[in-house]
């Protein structure tokens, strides 16, 4: 990490944010951790953002653009709607691949419940996601690929609960992958409100 040159872009700094919060948690995420990730010196990272909770709360920014950005770039590689839908979805929970990033990572949100600054960036993510599954269960129908008449802002919320419930008992019981979790679970969620000629695309997302 020492050879990299000093000029480091603010988003690869918080790119390498997000990696030491997923392999430390919120007790071992210093600005000098971070600032080691990237291999510059606490100061310059001081200088950028001001302090930790700086670094944070530009993390936590930067999440939400990402956020906004990921479907996008989904969605041209996957022609069917739903296939995009696990895609995102496996896409957004990567970062947590392991139980122990998971944990680390639900640490750090439950600092964002009670942090109103915090919250106010996660509580933004979680809308953006919201949106992005919305938009994509409403081209499903379009499509013909959910069946008509479905109550898409119903099964969107149904979808963000289950994706977040299938990552906490994923890392309890620690079975197959995070990715294979979402699938499955998301499989079963949506496959009442598939057609039949379309059950097979969905396995094969």
Not at 4 to 11: E, I, K, N
Not at 90 to 100: I, K, L, N, S, Y
Not at 116 to 124: D, F, G, N, S, T
Request: net charge negative; glycine share 10%; with cysteine.
């Amino acid at each position: 990490m020492a050879g990299r040159p000093r000029g480091v872009d603010d988003v690869v700094i918080l790119r390498a944010a997000a990696e030491v919060i997923g392999r430390v948690g919120p007790a071992g995420f210093t600005l000098a951790a971070v600032a080691a990730e990237v291999g510059l010196v606490p100061g310059t990272l001081v200088q950028r953002f001001g302090s930790k909770r700086g670094l944070l709360l530009a993390l936590a920014d930067r999440s939400v653009t990402d956020t906004d950005g990921l479907p996008a770039g989904l969605r041209p590689e996957h022609p069917s709607a739903l296939a995009a839908l696990v895609a995102l979805q496996v896409g957004w929970a990567a970062p947590m691949a392991t139980p122990e990033s998971f944990a680390n990572h639900l640490a750090f949100l439950c600092t964002d419940l009670t942090d109103p600054q915090l919250h106010e960036r996660a509580l933004a993510v979680h809308r953006a996601q919201r949106g992005a599954v919305e938009a994509l269960l409403t081209e499903a129908v379009q499509a013909g690929e959910l069946l008509g008449g479905t109550d898409v802002p119903a099964l969107a919320g149904t979808v963000q609960a289950i994706t977040a419930g299938a990552g906490l008992t994923w890392a309890l019981e620690r079975d197959g992958t995070l990715a294979e979790r979402l699938r499955r679970e998301l499989g079963a969620v949506l496959a009442p409100h598939v057609p039949p000629r379309h059950g097979h695309d969905l396995e094969e997302s």
